[in-house]
């Protein structure tokens, strides 16, 4: 029997966890038997479990992660829960896929908002909003385009120039940014946590227990784990682009490292270097490149930059390593002021991204399921995809399943060596590019 990979990530998050966050579920032992099987706890697993429980309380539900919901790679993100897509595009066609998307991140955004309030999760929940800035003048020209979509959507927003970047950023890196209100940031650990805490009686979870191998063979999924065999009439394949050899589908979308670190809290003396600030959150105007920050509620600063392949969901010691200096160098360059704040500690998280942007969404075989091709956007976009995805295999009356579809599908991949050579190329075309926004 071929065994698939397990992700591993040789870290651990930086976001601030309690007790509660950390608390552990079973280990499956043994055999198992349930109308669906959930593998994955992240903002799709949770959220297809979540409504497939409601939808049928009948249903026995059992949900499988090769770790906890707060290690898992919903849990380390940047916190940022959005709205709004980025891109757009010229045509009709193109700002009606658009306006579909918005609908369903905001919807996104409601159901999570409607749990955090019910279970009264606390995640630092914060309706914030998010600047979108540049560092170099010559890359006004990505900025004035991201400012037409906004026009075309009728989307408000606030165009800032570098003093007054500083006034609120506490930085005078960059040169011209835009704000746009309703991104909602949070502590993302946090909020995985509770949401996968908070689940329906009709649901168990298992923790730390990875899905070996799956047989499709007898027309139901047989699914090996360490201990155990959990076998399910129905199955949810929450894994994203991870354990690739799981799918009976594979070659639609690659697995990405990500890397954030945060600093220690700010002392009240330094503090004093900065301008009175509130919590904030910025992306770059090139995602690749840049570096995405983050002022929290307790005074630390948030640093994500730098992507690397990660096929196989591993990322090693050496590479956080490296991620680590980057970042220093990142925040040394922004807060001069702020030399003696050291970074608390460094990890990775992993994304999904497709050749075209369209997710993996629907149905990969009798009784199979999938929602997964985040592209980076993944709280608001894989809690609605995974919810919308139990009324389609439910059959349910839902018009934003229409909204959904329409996104598409995402293209083929080629398999490796082809596979690894596209990504290293196309990364380093964007890190050309954005060579002045670091």
Not at 196 to 224: C, E, F, K, M, Q
Not at 298 to 323: E, I, M, Y
Request: include cysteine; glycine fraction near 8%.
């Amino acid at each position: 029997m071929k065994y698939a990979s397990v992700p591993f990530n040789q870290n651990q998050t930086g976001w601030s966890l309690n007790d509660e966050d950390y608390q552990q579920q079973p280990q499956l032992v043994g055999d198992i038997h349930a109308d669906w099987a959930v593998i994955g706890s992240g903002f799709a697993g949770v959220g297809f479990a979540r409504r497939l429980a409601s939808l049928n309380p009948d249903l026995k539900i059992v949900l499988i992660d090769s770790q906890t919901a707060a290690d898992s790679s919903s849990a380390r993100n940047s916190g940022f829960i959005i709205g709004l897509p980025h891109n757009i595009g010229s045509s009709t066609a193109e700002l009606k896929k658009a306006q579909d998307y918005r609908t369903l991140l905001q919807e996104g955004i409601r159901q999570l908002e409607e749990s955090v309030a019910a279970h009264r999760i606390d995640c630092e929940w914060e309706n914030a909003g998010k600047y979108h800035c540049q560092i170099d003048p010559s890359s006004a020209a990505i900025l004035k385009e991201y400012i037409d979509n906004l026009d075309t959507m009728q989307e408000p927003y606030q165009l800032l120039d570098s003093e007054a970047l500083y006034q609120k950023l506490g930085t005078r890196l960059y040169s011209k940014g835009i704000y746009t209100p309703g991104c909602i940031l949070v502590n993302p650990a946090k909020l995985i946590a509770g949401l996968a805490r908070h689940l329906p009686d009709n649901i168990t979870v298992y923790h730390h227990t990875p899905a070996l191998a799956i047989d499709y063979a007898s027309g139901s999924a047989r699914i090996t784990t360490l201990q155990g065999t959990l076998h399910a009439r129905n199955l949810m394949l929450a894994t994203n682009a991870l354990s690739r050899e799981l799918s009976p589908v594979t070659g639609r979308q690659a697995s990405m490292a990500t890397y954030a670190s945060i600093t220690e809290p700010l002392t009240a003396e330094q503090r004093g270097r900065l301008p009175e600030m509130t919590s904030w959150g910025l992306t770059p105007v090139n995602a690749i490149a840049g570096a995405t920050l983050r002022y929290t509620q307790d005074h630390r600063f948030l640093v994500r930059q730098h992507v690397d392949p990660a096929l196989k969901g591993w990322v090693g010691a050496g590479q956080t390593w490296n991620a680590a200096q980057q970042h220093l160098a990142i925040f040394r360059k922004a807060y001069p002021q702020l030399a003696d704040v050291p970074l608390a500690r460094t990890w990775s998280g992993t994304i999904s991204v497709t050749r075209n942007g369209a997710p993996v969404w629907g149905q990969l075989a009798p009784q199979v399921w999938t929602a997964g091709g985040c592209n980076g956007a993944g709280v608001s976009k894989q809690t609605i995809a995974g919810s919308l995805l139990a009324d389609y295999a439910l059959k349910q009356d839902n018009p934003l399943i229409a909204a959904m579809q329409s996104l598409g599908q995402a293209n083929y991949m080629p398999p490796s060596p082809f596979l690894d050579i596209g990504i290293a190329g196309a990364l380093w075309k964007e890190r050309y590019l954005g060579r002045k926004e670091i």
